[in-house]
């Protein structure tokens, strides 16, 4: 089956500094690559996703970069802001199938 | 209701009791995903359901968990005799076919004193 392995587990950085997480997986068959934010008390929230088809995606200060051959992918967060502070999850799936989390990264953003 | 709910959100038992999670998807969703997520950890796979029908199980971590959905809408999770290392939140989520994203509930947190 896949495995997602999501480095780091922690990141603290300064407001207005970028953030880099970073994530591989196993299953060459997977197309499918969400990334989740989880804020304290709630339940995951899809921020942005990315097909197989294609290697960058932006939406606004998050961008991910997908590298199929390399089997990894990375979330990208730019003048971060208090309130990006939450848990996010990687994972991959094969279309709609069951997706496969990696372990999360607390990310902390110091005002 | 706009999402998925889940009940009760917090759950205080004592070890060996039962549990039961409630889930509701979203209207109209025909899968729907249950997850544990234990302190520290990611998100762990537990079951999926097409419809009424279960065709992955294989999550379940022993034979005291187990799941039902009825009429292709709300889900159950039952947990018996409950031990302390089933203390977690358990995390209940949805799409619809041919969507890829999963929408989750606030999940129903889980302590086993």
């Known amino acids: 089956g896949e495995n997602v392995e999501q480095h780091p587990s922690t990141l603290s950085v300064q407001e207005g500094d970028s953030a880099v997480i970073k994530c591989t997986y196993s299953?060459?068959?997977?197309?499918?690559f969400p990334w989740y934010k989880q804020e304290l008390g709630k339940g995951p929230q899809l921020i942005i996703d990315i097909r197989s088809n294609v290697g960058e995606k932006k939406d606004q200060r998050i961008a991910v970069t997908l590298n199929k051959t390399a089997k990894h992918f990375s979330l990208h967060i730019t003048e971060t802001q208090p309130e990006d502070s939450a848990v996010y999850f990687c994972?991959?799936?094969?279309?709609?199938?069951?997706?496969?989390f990696g372990r999360g990264t607390s990310l902390i953003v110091h005002p | 209701g706009a999402g998925v709910s889940q009940s009760p959100s917090n759950k205080v038992t004592e070890k060996g009791k039962d549990v039961e999670l409630r889930c509701d998807p979203i209207?109209?969703?025909?899968?729907l995903y249950w997850y544990r997520q234990s302190l520290g950890q990611g998100l762990e796979f537990l079951i999926y359901?097409?419809?009424?029908?279960?065709?992955?199980k294989s999550g379940l971590p022993s034979d005291r968990f187990s799941a039902e959905r009825t009429g292709g809408s709300v889900s159950t999770l039952t947990i018996q005799r409950t031990q302390q290392e089933d203390s977690a939140v358990y995390l209940c989520?949805?799409?619809?076919?041919?969507?890829?994203?999963?929408?989750f509930g606030q999940g129903t947190r889980l302590t086993v004193v």
């Open positions: 994972a991959a799936s094969r279309g709609s199938y069951i997706p496969t």
């Open positions: 359901f097409q419809g009424n029908s279960a065709p992955d």
């Open positions: 299953d060459s068959a997977s197309n499918y």
């Open positions: 209207s109209g969703h025909t899968a």
């Open positions: 989520a949805s799409n619809s076919l041919g969507n890829t994203e999963a929408f």
